[in-house]
C-alpha cells in the first residue's frame, strides 16, 4: 500500500461521486419547494392582475320625458331605458332570444347607475345622454381575452353573431377598459363585475382589532407571570405544557369551541367579528405567550438586580424595568401571530363568518366575512369571472400578510440590538 | 421618653402596596390560567355535544361503520332516516392526504433542511430560509385554491393522457398541495435539530476521513432522529388537522378508498361542511361535526405530547 | 518497509490566519517517524491551530487560511490535488474532549473502516475492532458490552475509544489534542501508557499544556508563544536546558 493520498482510488472516486449526489438532492429540494412558491404565486397574481381592469361600455341613452315622470324622477325603469338605448343601438336585433343575450351586454348595475345620474341632474331628462356603463362579465372577461371566440358556437359563451354586436361597438370605441376602482371600493355582489374586497377587508380588520385587544394583553401578563414570578412546581409546569400543546390543536378545533361556547352558550351575535376575533385570539394566545417569554428572557438579569437593589418590589421591577424593554418583542411576536391569524380560515367557517355579506360592516357585532373567506366563497363560484376575483383578492391577502410581517422585521431590527 | 421612632424600612403603607400588587399578581395568574381554561373549554363543549351524540348513535357504529352519510330525513319514519355515521370512510381519507403529503414533505423537507445546515453558505442560508418562510407563510386556502385550479387539473390531464381514471377531485391534488405546505415546517425544525448536533460529533467523522455526505448520513442523522422524528410527528399532526386545502381541493364524497386518484374525504372537510349552512342543533348530523371533532383534537393531542416529549428528550441530550 | 526516524511531517514557513488576525507565524519544523512529539505552550497560543493544519481539519472553519508548506509522506498536503478524505484517512486526530458517536462501541470502532471499505467481511470487521480495542488497552473493559452505547462509557473510557476508532483507520500519523485533559489522573496515567505503546507503529504529535506529561511522554517537544515556534528539540533538552528566555519561563510557571 503506497501512503500517497494524492492518487484517488476508484473507490474514493465513487465516494465523492456519491457526495455530489448528496449535495445535489439538498438543491433540488429547495429547487422545487421555491419554484412551487413561485408558480403559485406567480400564477394566482397572473390571474389577479385581471380584477384590477374593468370593462366599459358606452351607449346613447334617449331620456323620454313620457317615461320619468318630472315628479316621480327615482322611481321611473331604468333598466327598459337602457334596454331601448341597446336596441337603438342594434335595430337589426329582433327576435326574443337575440333582443336578451344583447341585454346581457351590460351589468344590471347600469340601471342603478342611471337612476343615481338621472335624479342627481333632473335637468337631463328628454335630452340624448352618452353614458359609459359597467359591462358584464362575460363581456368582460371576453375583452379581457378569457374566452373562446372560435370553434364550435354551441360551447361557447358568445355566438358569432353577438361577436359582431361586440365588433362594431368596439370599432366605433364604445368599449373601454379603466382601472377597477369599485373591486376595493365596495363588498360582496352575486355579480362577478360587482364584486368588491371593501367589505371582506373591513371585516377581517375588526376581527383583527378584537383579536389582538384580547390576545395581546393577556398573553403578555401570562408570560409575565410565567417568566418572572412562577415557581418551578407541577402546576407552573401543566400550565406549560398546556400552552405548547394548544399551539398545535388544529384551527377547526377552535371554531368548534367557539361555536359551542361563544354562539350558543353566550349567545354572542353570529357572523361577527366580534366571535370571529375571539375564536383567532384563543388560538393566537400560545404564539403571544411563547414571544412574549422569549423577549422577556432576552432582558439581561442585571437590570432587574438594579431595580431590586434599590428597593423596588418585584411588580415595579416587572412593569417599570423589565416589561418595557421587552416590549419590542413581545409586539413582534404579536404581529407575527397576528399575521398568522389573517390567514385564518377554518375557524371563521364554523362561527357563520361565510355568509354572503353585502354591506360593509360597521362595527364589531354586525355580520361580517373575512378576506380569507372571501376567497374561500369566491373560490367555489362557478362563474368564470370570480377567478380573477378570487386571485385578486388572494393578492391583497398576501400584500396585507407582507405588510405586517415587514412591520414585525422592522421592529425587531430597530430594537434588536438594545442588549 | 416612651416609644422608639419607627424604624425607617418599616413603611406604614406597606399593606396598601401590599394589596394594590396582590391585585396584579391574580390579574397576571389567571391570565396564565386563560390557556389552561382554553383547553378545558375545548375539551368540556366537544365531550358535552359528542355526548349526545353518542345517545343517538352507539359509539360502535361511529367508530367501525363503513358508510358515511349523514343527510338528515325529510320524513322521520323514511328508512334510514338518521342517516348512517361510520367514520371510517373519513378516518382512511383523512389518513390517505396526509400520507401522500407526508410522503412528498418528508424528503424534501430533509433535504432542504440538510442543505440548509450543512452546505448552504451564509449568503444561500439568507436568501433561502425567509423563501420558505413565506411558503410557510402563506395561508392554507390559498394552497387549497392552487390545488384546486391547477394542480387537480394537471393530475387529471395527466392521468388521462396515460390513460388513468381521476377524479376532478383526488386525494392526490390535495395531498400534494399539503405536502408542499408542510416542507417549511419540517425544514425549519428540523433544521434547528441538526444544527443542534454537536460540533464534535463532525470533527470526529471529518477527522477519520470521512466525506461530507458520510458524516451527515452516517453520524449527523442517526444522531438527530429523535429530534427529527419528533418534528415528522408534528408535520402529520398538522396534516392531519388541516382543513381549507382539503375542503377545497379533496371533496365531499366519502368513498372508502386508498386509491390517490380517487376523490376522498377526510374529518375536517365533514366538520365544515356539517356546521355551515342551516344547522338545526340538536340532530344527530350537526352533533356528529363535534364527535368528529374531539376525536380530531384526542389524535393530534397525542401526536404533539408525543412530538414534544421526543423533542424535549433530545435537547437535554446536547445542551 | 521501515521508516523509523524518518521525517513524516515538515512544516516549512507556515502562517496561519483567522479573517485578519495571524494566529501563527512563520512554523518551520520536523516531525519524525515513530516518535511522540508534544507541542506545549500558553493557551491561545496557536497549538491545536497547528495540529490541525497536519490534516486540514482547519478547511473546515471558514475564516481560516493557511500559508506556506506542510508536507506529510514526502507529499505537500495543501496541493490542489490532494485528497481531503485520504489524506485524514492517512493522519487520524484524537480531540480534546472525547467525543464518540452516539452508537454503540462496536459502531464506533468499525465506523472508519466501513466509510473507507477496509474490510471485506463481517468477521474480518470484527476483527479488526477487536484488534483496535486490544490496541487502545480497552477490550478487556467492553468486550461484554460492544453494543452497549459508547457514550455510556467513562471519560477516560471514551478516550480510549476514540483512539481505538482512529486507529482502526490504520493511520500513519496521529494528532491528539490534549487528549487527558478532560480527565482524572487514574485516566490519564493510562492514555499515557497507551500514548507510548503505538508509538511502535504510529507517529504521535501530542498538544498539552502539561509540562509533566510532555516530559513524560515525549521525545521531542516544540514550545509555542503567541502564535511563533520558540524552541523545539530534544524533550530532555528543553526541559534542562532551554535556549530561550521564554521557554525557561514557561516550564518554570512564570508565563502561561
Ligand atoms: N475558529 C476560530 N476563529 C477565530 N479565531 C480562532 C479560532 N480558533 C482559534 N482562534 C484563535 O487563534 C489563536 C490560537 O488558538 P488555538 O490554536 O486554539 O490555541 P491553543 O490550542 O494553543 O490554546 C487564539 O488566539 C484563538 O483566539
Ligand atoms: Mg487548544
Redesign the interface.
Known amino acids: 500500500m503506497t501512503n500517497s493520498f494524492t492518487d484517488i482510488t476508484p473507490s474514493l472516486r465513487r ?2 461521486a ?2 455530489t ?3 445535489w ?6 429547487i ?3 419554484s ?2 413561485l408558480v ?2 406567480g ?2 397574481a397572473w390571474l389577479g392582475s385581471g380584477a384590477l381592469k374593468q370593462t366599459r361600455v358606452q351607449l346613447n341613452v334617449h331620456l323620454d320625458a313620457a317615461q320619468i315622470d318630472a315628479a316621480a324622477v327615482a322611481d321611473a325603469n331604468y333598466g327598459k331605458l337602457i334596454k331601448t338605448a341597446l336596441l337603438d343601438r342594434f335595430p337589426e336585433v329582433t327576435k326574443r332570444r337575440d333582443k336578451k343575450s344583447l341585454y346581457g351586454l351590460v351589468s344590471y348595475d347600469a340601471a342603478y347607475a342611471l337612476h343615481d345620474r338621472v335624479v342627481a341632474e333632473p335637468g337631463l331628462i328628454g335630452q340624448d345622454l352618452r353614458m359609459w356603463f359597467v359591462a358584464s362579465d362575460d363581456l368582460d372577461m371576453l375583452i379581457k381575452g378569457n374566452l373562446e371566440t372560435t370553434g364550435d358556437e354551441n360551447r361557447r359563451r358568445f355566438s358569432d353573431k353577438q361577436l359582431g354586436w361586440i365588433n362594431s361597438l368596439k370599432e366605433e370605441g364604445a368599449i373601454k377598459s379603466v382601472f377597477n376602482v369599485a373591486f376595493f371600493t365596495t363588498g360582496d355582489s352575486r355579480e362577478p363585475e360587482l364584486a368588491g374586497v371593501l367589505g371582506a377587508f373591513v371585516g377581517t380588520a375588526f376581527t383583527l382589532l378584537v383579536c389582538f385587544c384580547l390576545s395581546f ?3 403578555i ?2 408570560a ?3 417568566e418572572e ?2 415557581k418551578k412546581n407541577r402546576w407552573n409546569d ?2 406549560e ?6 399551539a ?7 371554531g ?2 367557539g ?3 361563544f354562539l ?2 353566550f349567545g354572542l351575535p353570529r357572523s361577527s367579528p366580534l366571535v370571529g376575533g375571539m375564536v383567532l385570539a ?1 388560538m393566537t ?2 404564539t403571544i ?1 411563547i414571544a412574549a417569554r422569549a423577549a422577556l428572557r432576552a432582558v439581561p438579569p442585571s437590570i432587574r438586580e438594579a431595580a431590586l437593589g434599590i428597593g423596588a ?1 418585584q ?1 415595579q421591577t416587572v ?1 417599570h424595568h423589565v416589561a418595557p424593554l421587552a416590549l419590542p418583542g413581545m409586539l413582534t411576536g404579536a404581529i407575527v401571530g397576528m ?2 391569524a ?5 375557524p371563521l ?2 362561527i ?1 363568518m ?1 355568509a354572503f355579506i353585502v354591506d360593509i360592516p360597521g362595527s364589531v357585532v354586525q355580520p361580517a366575512t373575512a378576506l ?1 373567506v372571501q ?2 366563497l369566491w ?2 363560484s362557478p362563474e368564470r369571472a370570480f ?1 380573477e376575483k ?2 385578486a383578492a ?1 393578492i391583497v ?2 400584500v396585507f ?1 407582507i405588510l405586517m ?1 415587514l412591520v414585525a422585521i422592522l421592529l425587531r431590527n430597530k430594537y434588536s440590538q438594545r442588549f | 421618653m416612651g416609644n422608639l421612632p419607627t424604624a425607617p424600612f418599616v413603611s406604614s403603607n406597606k399593606t396598601r ?1 401590599r394589596l394594590g ?1 396582590f391585585v ?2 391574580v ?10 381554561a ?2 378545558i ?2 375539551v368540556f ?2 365531550a ?2 359528542a355526548y349526545h351524540f353518542f345517545q343517538l348513535i352507539s359509539w360502535q357504529d361511529f367508530l367501525f361503520g363503513t358508510k358515511w352519510s349523514p343527510q338528515t330525513a325529510i320524513r322521520s319514519d323514511q328508512v334510514g332516516a338518521e342517516g348512517s355515521f361510520g367514520v371510517l370512510p373519513l378516518v382512511v381519507g383523512t389518513l390517505l392526504i396526509s400520507a401522500i403529503a407526508m410522503a412528498i414533505a418528508t ?6 433542511a ?3 445546515a450543512e ?1 448552504a453558505t451564509p449568503r444561500a442560508r439568507s436568501i ?1 430560509k425567509p ?2 418562510e ?2 410557510a ?10 390545488a ?3 394542480i387537480a387539473p394537471f393530475i387529471r390531464m395527466t392521468g388521462s393522457s396515460i390513460g388513468l381514471e381521476v377524479a376532478s377531485e383526488s386525494a392526490l391534488a390535495a395531498g400534494i398541495a399539503m405536502g ?1 405546505m408542510i ?2 415546517l419540517i ?1 425549519s425544525l428540523s433544521d434547528d435539530v441538526i444544527n443542534s448536533v ?1 460540533q ?15 458524516t ?4 449527523i442523522l ?2 438527530a432522529l429523535p429530534g427529527i422524528s419528533g418534528s415528522l410527528l ?1 408535520a402529520t ?2 396534516a ?5 386545502i382539503v ?2 381541493a379533496a371533496g365531499m364524497a366519502a368513498n372508502l378508498s386508498v386509491n390517490p386518484l380517487d376523490a376522498v374525504t377526510t374529518v ?1 372537510v365533514q ?2 361542511s356539517l ?2 349552512g342551516d344547522q338545526e ?1 340538536d340532530s344527530a348530523k350537526t352533533l356528529s ?2 364527535a368528529l ?1 374531539i376525536m ?2 384526542c389524535v ?2 397525542v401526536l ?2 408525543i412530538a ?1 416529549k421526543i423533542v424535549k428528550h433530545f435537547r437535554e441530550q446536547y445542551d | 518497509m521501515d521508516t523509523k526516524g524518518k521525517i513524516q511531517v515538515s512544516a516549512k514557513d507556515v502562517n496561519v490566519f483567522y479573517g485578519d488576525k495571524q494566529a501563527l507565524q512563520n512554523i518551520t519544523l520536523d516531525v519524525k517517524s515513530n516518535k511522540v512529539t508534544s507541542f506545549i505552550g500558553p493557551s491561545g497560543c496557536g497549538k491545536t491551530t497547528f495540529l490541525k493544519c497536519i ?1 486540514r ?1 482547519n478547511d ?1 472553519i471558514d475564516i481560516c487560511r493557511v500559508e506556506g508548506n506542510i508536507l506529510v509522506a514526502g507529499q505537500d498536503i495543501y496541493d490542489k490535488s490532494v485528497d ?7 493522519v ?2 484524537v ?1 480534546q ?1 472525547p ?5 454503540s462501541i462496536f459502531e464506533n470502532v468499525a ?2 473502516m466501513k ?2 471499505n477496509m474490510t471485506s467481511s463481517k468477521s474480518e470487521l470484527a476483527d479488526r475492532v477487536e484488534d483496535s480495542l486490544r490496541r487502545a488497552a480497552l477490550w478487556d473493559e467492553v468486550k461484554d458490552r460492544l453494543d452497549q452505547p459508547g457514550t455510556g462509557l467513562s471519560g477516560g473510557q471514551q478516550q480510549r475509544l ?1 483512539i481505538a ?2 486507529i482502526a ?1 490504520q493511520p500513519k500519523v496521529i494528532l491528539m489534542d490534549e487528549p487527558a485533559s478532560a480527565l482524572d489522573p487514574i485516566a490519564t496515567a493510562k492514555i499515557e501508557e497507551l500514548i507510548h505503546e503505538l508509538k511502535q507503529n504510529f507517529t504521535i504529535i501530542i498538544v498539552t499544556h502539561s509540562m509533566q506529561q510532555a516530559a513524560r511522554v515525549s521525545q521531542q517537544t516544540a514550545f509555542f508563544h503567541l502564535g511563533n515556534l520558540v524552541e523545539f528539540g530534544k524533550t530532555t533538552d528543553i526541559f534542562t536546558n532551554p535556549q530561550d528566555e521564554r521557554t525557561q519561563n514557561y516550564i518554570t510557571g512564570r508565563i502561561g
Open positions: 465516494r465523492h456519491r457526495e449526489r448528496f449535495k438532492m439538498g438543491k433540488i429540494a429547495i422545487i419547494a421555491v412551487f412558491l403559485m404565486v400564477s394566482i394583553p393577556i398573553g401578563m401570562a409575565i407571570y410565567l414570578f412562577a401543566l400550565i405544557v398546556n400552552i405548547n400543546n394548544l398545535a390543536v388544529p384551527s377547526i378545533v377552535f368548534l369551541l361555536l359551542a361556547v350558543n352558550v384563543l394566545l400560545p405567550i418590589t411588580i412593569f399575521a398568522r389573517l390567514g385564518e380560515t377554518a367557517l364554523m357563520g361565510v380569507p376567497i374561500f373560490a367555489d377567478l378570487t386571485s388572494i391577502l398576501i400578510l410581517n | 402596596r400588587e396584579v399578581y390579574l397576571l395568574i389567571t391570565s396564565a390560567l386563560v390557556a389552561v382554553v383547553t373549554g375545548i363543549s366537544l358535552f355535544e424528503p424534501l423537507g430533509l433535504a432542504s440538510i442543505y440548509l452546505y433561502i423563501m420558505l413565506i411558503l407563510g402563506i395561508p392554507t386556502v390559498v394552497y387549497g385554491f392552487f384546486a385550479l391547477m408542499i416542507v417549511p425544514s454537536p464534535s460529533l463532525r470533527d470526529a467523522s471529518y477527522g477519520l476521513g470521512a466525506t461530507q455526505a458520510e451527515i448520513r452516517k453520524v442517526p444522531a408534528l399532526s398538522t392531519i388537522g388541516e382543513t381549507m375542503v377545497m375536517t366538520i365544515v356546521l355551515t342543533f361535526a363535534f371533532g380530531l383534537f393530534t393531542l404533539n405530547v414534544q | 490534516n481539519m473546515l481531503m478524505v485520504a489524506l485524514r484517512a492517512h487520524g486526530m480531540f474532549k467525543n464518540p458517536f452516539p452508537k465506523y472508519g466509510i473507507h476514540c476508532r482512529t483507520v
